[in-house]
């Protein structure tokens, strides 16, 4: 049984069917990869997939719980969390006020009966957690503008980590970072997985390759196919569609 499924999206722009009837499962633990040439659609899927944008037919599901008419904040709460292309972190703040921040909006009920000082004291611990779970704890006082491009990168996942999420979306998160960078983004999402499920969206294949459980290949709109790392890989056709486009790129 999947953790997460998207049954039948559609997607429409005018007369152009962005997202048409995709359909598409998460398991636990799962890394499952989302690729295809530009303009394929990834985008849109993950859009439709968080809530930023409402779907025209198909079904949303994680964990048991229908997504499909929930709001973006309300998918948060049910566990699904999102990193964006471009960082959502508050540039001007400390990585520590970012990460209280985020504690501070993800702490829900659970601090109900604590008096202030307790309270502030569980956000720093929960937010110096943050911190070391993506490998930010020696920046913690750190202004987050002033993080290289690859520490920016972790921030946004540790907000997102925030919300302790069952699906964890990651759109494009090697996106600018050099070679060091995206080994050290790659470690880094590779531990997440014990504790979530990931659905990569990368147009980095070596890091896809190295990542995903499943790929699923996205053209025009529609899955082209789906499955394995390997089998994705050595597919003809996904070859010439795709990877093979990559190369002559
Ligand atoms: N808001 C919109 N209005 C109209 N057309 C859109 C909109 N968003 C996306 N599209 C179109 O939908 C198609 C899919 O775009 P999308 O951005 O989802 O692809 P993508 O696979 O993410 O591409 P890339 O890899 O370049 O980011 C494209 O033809 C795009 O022009």
């Known amino acids: 049984m999947s953790l ?3 049954q039948g999206l559609v997607k429409r722009f005018g007369g152009l069917t962005a997202t048409d009837h995709v359909d598409l499962d998460v398991g636990l633990n799962e890394v499952h990869a989302l690729i295809g040439p530009n303009g394929a659609g990834k985008s849109t899927l993950v859009n439709l997939i968080s809530g930023l944008l409402p779907v025209d037919a198909g079904r949303l599901e994680l964990d048991g719980v229908d997504l499909t008419r929930l ?4 998918r948060v709460k049910a566990g699904l969390s999102r ?6 972190i508050f540039r001007d703040a400390s990585v520590r ?9 993800h702490s829900g009920t659970s601090f109900r009966f604590m008096g202030n000082r307790e309270h502030d004291h569980q956000l720093l611990d929960t937010a110096m957690a943050l911190a070391e779970r993506v490998g930010l704890q020696h920046e913690f006082d750190h202004i987050a503008g002033a993080l290289p491009h690859g520490g920016q990168r972790k921030l946004d996942v540790a907000l997102a980590l925030a919300a302790r999420p069952k699906l964890l979306l990651l759109d494009e998160p090697m996106a600018g970072m050099g070679q060091d960078e995206s080994a050290r983004m790659i470690e880094l999402i590779r531990s997440l997985r014990t504790d979530m499920a990931i659905l990569l969206i990368e147009h980095d294949m070596d890091a896809v390759f190295q990542l995903a459980d ?9 899955v ?3 499955g394995t790392a390997a089998a994705i890989k050595s597919n003809p056709e996904v070859q010439r569609v795709y990877l093979g486009t990559e190369t002559h790129a």
């Open 214 to 222: 499943r790929v699923t290949v996205l053209v025009y709109g529609k």
């Open 71 to 74: 709001r973006s904040n309300q």
């Open 4 to 6: 997460f499924q998207a």
């Open 224 to 226: 082209l196919t789906s």
């Open 97 to 105: 006020d970012n990460l209280l921040l985020a504690a501070q909006a």
């Open 83 to 88: 990193c964006f292309q471009v960082t959502s």
